[in-house]
């Protein structure tokens, strides 16, 4: 059986979604970055700005074992389309080159860090000057809200 997305949510927000830089987050809590990538059953987006932050969306994917291919990563690449990073505990060498081949940064972190801890060391980054990987990220996402609204407007006429 292929793996897939099992259950989502998605909040709703008055804030456009181009506002928000997305970050992802490998925990079955909620509160702790505690799993690995590949065989994590949850992920937490957050979006995220210089002063603010909240949960977009949460997805939980079917049971992962270590007997299944890359092919159990497919939902879950495709559920961080437009997230910038996802932090976890640990992420294999497969897995890193195709999270960043879809310009995601896999950020390895101590098992149980704490994501609003994370968050504020995210938005003390962006206040201060973003690392380099970061930056180009930002760039990315600009040139692709940008492109968004100018395809929209296409459709308009």
Known sequence: ????????LRVI???PEQAWLR?????DNGEHVNQHFGTTESLAIYGVQPDSYTLLEAAQFDDQTKEQTDDKLAAKLDFLTDCVAVYCRACG????????????QPLKVVDDTLIKNLISAFQKELSEGPSSWLARAIQRQHDLNEY????DGMNDR
């Open 93 to 104: 060498a497969s897995a890193v080159k195709q999270l960043l081949d879809q310009h995601v």
């Open 1 to 8: 059986m292929n793996s897939g997305l099992r259950r989502q």
């Open 13 to 15: 927000s008055d804030e």
């Open 23 to 27: 970050i992802a987050f490998a925990t």
């Open 148 to 151: 968004r609204i100018e395809s």
